[in-house]
């Protein structure tokens, strides 16, 4: 027998919809060290971002992990993405992190800068209205472009241009979004830096492509 539940939530986990606001909304069980928010920016559960930037409108659903990144507005950053993971020093005879973060082990009276210098040095930049599925990592010192697409559990390790869809391990261009001039019509408006005002006297127009580029060419 089938029985049939069209919602079953206990009462004490019933979820609220959050409003959002101006200031940014962490959740609080995520760790934001040495880093910016822009405004409307919403910060899931269990994330952490490490000097790094989060521009407006971005959110990050949670179980992600951020450092040493530049990452756009209104980005879309699904569960279990990590950006930008650790390097570690392999040219040395040993690549344990013992070797750089020595006053943890006491082999040392301070831990070696130049190294954590060398992997600040090694940023992510992530364009505006960029989604990152589930699982996604995306390497060191790789850029994403502007309205690009990285499909769940891939692996960035090289570029990817604007308004691709990319895939896989490690991750490769499968297909565009839009034909180029599409593209180059779409960025030259810039729509990402508009205020609030336009934001909403402009917000339907977001809802279909022949639209926007209609009332926004000149923009």
Request: hydrophobic share 40%; charged share 25%.
């Amino acid at each position: 027998m089938l029985y049939e539940y069209e919602s079953l939530i206990p009462e004490k986990q019933v979820r609220i919809e959050k409003e959002l606001d101006e200031k940014p909304t962490i959740h609080l069980t995520s760790s934001i060290r040495r880093s910016f928010l822009g405004s409307w920016t919403d910060i899931g559960p269990r994330v952490s971002i490490a000097e790094s930037e989060v521009g407006d409108y971005t959110y990050l659903a949670g179980d992600a992990s951020v450092i040493y990144a530049k990452i756009g507005k209104y980005c879309s950053i699904a569960s279990h993405v990590r950006i930008n993971p650790g390097n570690h020093p392999m040219w040395r005879v040993m690549q344990h992190h013992c070797t750089y973060r020595r006053v943890q082990y006491g082999l040392d009276i301070k831990n070696d800068k130049a190294f954590f210098d060398w992997r600040r040095a090694d940023r992510v930049e992530i364009g505006h209205d960029v989604w990152l599925g589930h699982g996604v990592i995306v390497m060191a010192g790789v850029k994403i472009g502007t309205g690009a697409v990285v499909g769940s559990g891939a692996v960035v390790t090289k570029n990817i241009p604007p308004y691709a869809i990319a895939v896989g391990v490690p991750a490769k261009v499968i297909k565009m979004r839009f034909d180029e001039d599409i593209i180059e019509k779409i960025m030259k408006t810039c729509w990402w830096d508009w205020d609030r005002k336009t934001l909403k006297e402009r917000f339907n127009d977001f809802l279909d492509l022949e639209t926007f580029l209609k009332n926004n060419s000149d923009y």
